[in-house]
């Protein structure tokens, strides 16, 4: 395989450094002193918990919702759920973040795509999960993704990397795909990798708990006019309509989304790094 072009690379290592100071000025903005996005929820979610009535919480939880909605062009999030009226609220969202691979053993950096979520019923009750893993994409994917895309910029790379995330929250509950080669077509491109599953340890508003940690991990990025196996090109078109299908209704039923997934034809996986490095049992290491 040819090495990435020297500017591929440039846009990659921009990309990552760009994603980290939107992060930082995200977070603080949701909650000042913040520089990450889980610790941002957090703060948020004891923000909203010392609000006392469900009345100011819901409020509380829809000005954020707004503020996010009305720059989406400039962070990197977007909005995977939302809704209530003045008593009750609820926000579910996804981040994009420059980091490391989510599974311990693996030394790679790339993009962490994570769900979050706060909530606030009529009857008192408040709920928030933050930094669930639903995506991953590689350095050397984003530098490839650029190489095949010469007019690829920030919002571009960040549309097509949340379509990423999207295919990873449809495919997490299904089984069907747990450990299985995966692929989108996005433009005129194969975006390719596979599921990776482990049990993983997150904070919630309960304290600690044991989740699950399927996500959608991204390797590479290939042209699909040069690609010989029309079964993965087919498996990316299918994920691709999938997405399009979520995108119009916006649901995020696990029944629905589960549904969507199981329309993606299985494929098995092919070897790579990761599944070669990966410490397999994520719950002692996350």
């Known amino acids: 395989m040819a090495p990435l072009p020297t500017e591929s690379r440039i846009f990659a290592d921009r990309y990552r450094r760009e994603l980290k100071r939107r992060e930082a000025d995200f977070s603080n903005r949701i909650a000042p002193g913040t520089t990450n996005w889980s610790d941002a929820v957090y703060a948020f979610f004891e923000r909203i918990d010392k609000a006392g009535s469900p009345i100011k919480r819901a409020s509380l939880i829809h000005k954020l919702t707004s ?16 809704g209530g ?14 980091g490391e691979h989510p599974l311990a053993g693996i030394e790679e950096e790339g993009v962490n795509i994570r769900q979050h979520f706060v909530m606030s019923q009529r ?11 639903i995506a991953y994409i590689s350095r050397h994917a984003i530098g490839r993704l650029h190489e095949r895309g010469l007019d690829l910029t920030d919002m571009k790379a960040t549309c097509a990397l949340a379509c990423v995330g999207i295919v990873g929250l449809l495919t997490r509950g299904c089984i069907k795909h747990i450990d299985g ?16 599953h482990a049990l993983r340890d997150v904070s919630g508003d309960r304290g600690k708990r044991e989740i699950n940690g399927t996500f959608y991990d991204v390797r590479t990025a290939l042209p699909t006019e040069d690609y010989q196996n029309q079964e993965v ?18 649901t995020i039923s696990r029944t629905a989304n589960n549904k969507l997934g199981e ?10 790094y990761t599944f070669q490095h990966a410490v397999r ?6």
């Open 67 to 82: 503020h996010l909605n009305d720059h989406v062009d400039e962070g990197a999030h977007f909005i995977l759920d939302c």
């Open 85 to 98: 009226r003045n008593r009750s609220a609820g926000l579910m969202f996804a981040t994009l973040s420059a």
């Open 123 to 133: 009857n008192g009750a408040i709920s928030a999960m933050s930094g669930t893993d």
């Open 181 to 196: 080669q995966m692929s989108l077509v996005y433009n005129d491109t194969l975006i390719t990798g596979s599921l990776k």
């Open 233 to 250: 090109i087919d498996q990316g078109v299918q994920a691709s309509l999938a997405v399009a299908n979520w995108l119009d209704d916006r």
């Open 263 to 272: 329309t993606i034809p299985f494929l098995p996986h092919r070897h790579d």
């Open 281 to 286: 049992d994520q719950r002692s290491t996350s």
